[in-house]
């Protein structure tokens, strides 16, 4: 089930709820002035009605690119070829397109060539699905020729036409339609989730960075377990993430209620809505499938996943063409995401975690961890923890960090500078590897972090080899 199936969802209605601002009115103003038709049309006559606030505001008309740039001086170019003029107003970028009738599609994801056209009906007939196929005329009235109200009003996702044929001319739009469910809490009709089924394996027609834009979007969606579902059912799972799809059914130990499929969504969902976290939660397990074994009592375990779950999440991530940035975040924090988090360890262990792997990632590790045990299904999940543990794990971390200690060179009570001065050193790398020592040595001992007991320290450790 969708996660808000009921039927009859309020829209706004009245001229006054959609209404464009200022500055849109502007300039369908200015193109009726100049004797053109001009609507606000697409994804912000859908949000209106929704009474989402539009994150951008799209203009079509019937004027042709070269007299919309005469019209609008401060204006970018970038799309033209598809008709699009973006213009600049103090507000925001909008981006004016001519109607557009698209040819024939023959490599399954653009157009082979597009054709300005006069008609407002022809240009809504192009556009994916019911819902994103209306348009606002200057006045707030509203042209609907495929009863994309009805189907908002519905939480219903239909495309417009017959759903093989929309997904065959482009197969970006199964994608997209994962997308809206998960962001709207939309069911997509019967007849589209089969027509993925159907067509599904022409998603290699879409380049990876689309593929990873309508992932990311997904996974940041209120509705993500819900997408993340549909993905695996209409079988898009298996051709973008075969890896995860593969944990579908693989029961775990005693610490798990479910799949490392399903707790690998389910861990998503439980984190904050921040890219790099999401991906790590999602991933963070996938090395189970690889190392699982099961001892002569019959319990499962898992050694040493993280390190398979880093080389998955790495393989996947740069396949999808995600940021070198952004796949480093998630390998630091899939890797050390069973950090020891039991009452027993002791606070040198956690300086030195924090030490490791730096402040902000400590929260990062707390969160992931959290989420861990929250979608395990058992009351101590993530490896033998419950959450009262993880919280008084974050609690110690929130003291030390408030504390005295040292975690990194440069919060030691001696410099680089100093050790020369006081040992009468040369400048090298053995005052790098001395000052690394007594790091170390703080963070077993913070209150040894004074200038007389580190130059001491030194002193002995240089006379001691
Ligand atoms: P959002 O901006 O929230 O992603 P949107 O509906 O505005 O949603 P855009 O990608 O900005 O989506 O596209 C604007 C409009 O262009 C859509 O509402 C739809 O009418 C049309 N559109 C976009 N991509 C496609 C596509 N692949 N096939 C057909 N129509 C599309
Ligand atoms: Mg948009």
Not at 169 to 198: W, Y
């Amino acid at each position: 089930m969708p996660p808000s199936g009921k039927s009859g969802r309020r829209l706004q209605s009245g001229p006054a709820a959609l209404l464009s601002p200022p500055d849109v009115q502007q300039i369908l103003a200015r193109l009726n002035g100049h004797g053109f038709q001009a609507y606000v049309a697409g994804g912000a006559v859908r949000d209106l009605l929704l009474g989402r606030p539009p994150h951008d505001w799209d203009v079509a008309t019937d004027a042709p690119p070269h007299e919309v740039k005469v019209l609008f001086p401060d204006h970018l170019p970038a799309g033209e070829r598809y008709g699009t003029i973006t213009v600049r107003t103090p507000e925001r970028m909008v981006e004016v397109t001519t109607f557009r009738s698209d040819g024939r599609y023959l490599d399954g994801r653009r157009p082979e060539s597009v054709s300005f056209s006069r008609d407002l009906a022809a240009d809504l007939a192009r556009r994916d699905f019911t819902i994103n196929a209306m348009a606002l005329g200057p006045g707030g009235e509203l042209v609907d020729p495929f009863g994309g109200r009805a189907d908002l009003a519905k939480s219903r996702l239909a495309t417009v036409g017959d759903p093989r044929e929309r997904f065959r001319e482009d197969a970006l739009r199964m994608l997209r339609a994962v997308r809206f469910a998960a962001e709207l809490g939309f069911a997509p009709e019967a007849g589209v989730k089969r027509a993925i089924l159907e067509e599904g394996r022409l998603i290699t027609h879409v380049s990876a960075e689309r593929i990873r834009d309508e992932f990311s979007r997904i996974l940041l969606a209120p509705h993500l377990v819900y997408g993340l579902r549909l993905l695996r059912v209409t079988g898009l799972m298996k051709r973008v993430i075969p890896e995860l799809d593969a944990g579908f059914g693989v029961m775990q130990n005693k610490y798990h209620a479910y799949s490392v499929y399903t707790h690998s969504i389910l861990a998503a969902a439980a984190t904050p809505p921040v890219l790099a976290l999401r991906l790590a939660a999602l991933l963070h397990d996938l090395g189970k499938i690889r190392v699982k074994s099961v001892d002569p009592g019959g319990a499962a375990h898992f050694y040493g996943h993280e390190t398979a779950s880093v080389e998955l999440a790495e393989r996947i991530l740069a396949r999808l063409h995600y940021p070198a940035s952004l796949i480093a975040r998630v390998r630091l924090l899939i890797r050390h995401h069973m950090f020891s988090a039991s009452p027993a360890v002791k606070d040198s262990t956690i300086r030195k975690l924090i030490a490791g792997v730096g402040a902000k990632t400590i929260h990062d590790l707390i969160r992931l961890r959290t989420a861990d045990a929250l979608s395990s299904g058992r009351e101590q999940g993530a490896g033998g923890l419950s959450l009262e543990d993880i919280n008084l794990f974050a609690e110690r971390v929130e003291r030390i960090l408030a504390g005295p200690a040292a975690f990194r060179r440069k919060d030691l009570a001696v410099t680089g500078h100093d050790l020369m001065q006081g040992l009468s050193r040369p400048p090298g790398p053995e005052i790098g590897r001395l000052l690394d020592y007594l790091l170390g040595q703080v963070l077993e001992h913070p209150e040894w972090n004074s200038r007389e007991t580190l130059l001491a320290l030194a002193r002995d450790h240089v006379d001691s080899r």
